[in-house]
């Protein structure tokens, strides 16, 4: 069965940098957009970055220049390095995957917290 | 600030019907197939309907979406205790080049 296990959250200073990982298994990995969205205290949902199955990739204007996303298709791992990090990206990090066709995201991660906080 | 614009609040009693609009643009909705997604507390999201109205299999037939223009909405028709979550409305954005969600609205079965 499709499964995505996060990894990587934690408490950090503002300014400071964090890399999440989500590990991925139950199908062809290579084949599939991937994505991180976070959900953030009192702002639902949010869409972080994307990454393509041949790896184009893009990111939200509030993140962009901050946050990497990339993929080892050899390992089945998606990555996010998230650098000079705010207080407001404080959140529960969730990968997904993106269906094959369509921009629905079928299956999801538990999420990692990232706190940011002095 | 969401692109979406969703109520931020629903309810009703056991066995009614709610519906849930989404509002979005040209370059979102109006372009764009919608999904939605439901998320039970302490849980992670879960796809609910995609496409506008298709239902993963899984998804009990209570649920269902449609759209209109550069609006969707998502009914619950018999609605129970556990449909309590919260509801985001979601779609693909040409202008951003980006995945945008909806404000959420949080159902409450009375």
């Known amino acids: 069965q499709v499964q995505l296990v996060e990894s990587g959250g934690g408490l950090v200073k503002p300014g400071g940098s964090l890399r999440l990982s989500c590990a991925a298994s139950?199908?062809?990995?290579?084949?599939?957009?991937m994505t991180w969205i976070r959900r953030t205290p009192g702002k639902g949902l949010e869409w972080v970055a994307y990454?393509?199955?041949?790896?184009?990739?893009n990111s939200a204007g509030s993140v962009k220049g901050r946050f990497t996303i990339s993929r080892d298709n050899a390992k089945r791992s998606l990555h996010l390095q998230m650098n000079s990090l705010r207080v407001e990206d404080t959140a529960v990090y969730y990968c997904a995957r993106r269906r094959s066709s369509g921009w629905d995201l079928d299956y999801w991660g538990q999420g990692t917290l990232v706190t940011v906080s002095s | 600030q969401s692109v979406l614009t969703q109520p931020p609040s629903a309810s009703g009693t056991p066995g009614q019907r709610v519906t849930i609009s989404c509002s979005g643009s040209s370059s979102n909705i109006g372009i764009s197939t919608v999904n939605w997604y439901q998320q039970l507390p302490g849980t992670a999201p879960k796809l609910l309907i995609y496409s506008n109205h298709q239902r993963p299999s899984g998804v009990p037939d209570r649920f269902s979406g449609s759209k209109s223009g550069t609006s969707a909405s998502l009914a619950i028709s018999g609605l129970q205790s556990e449909d309590e979550a919260d509801y985001y409305c979601a779609a693909w954005d040409d202008s951003l080049n980006g995945y945008v969600f909806g404000s959420g609205t949080k159902v409450t079965v009375l």
């Open positions: 990454i393509s199955d041949i790896g184009d990739t």
């Open positions: 139950g199908f062809t990995f290579s084949d599939h957009y």
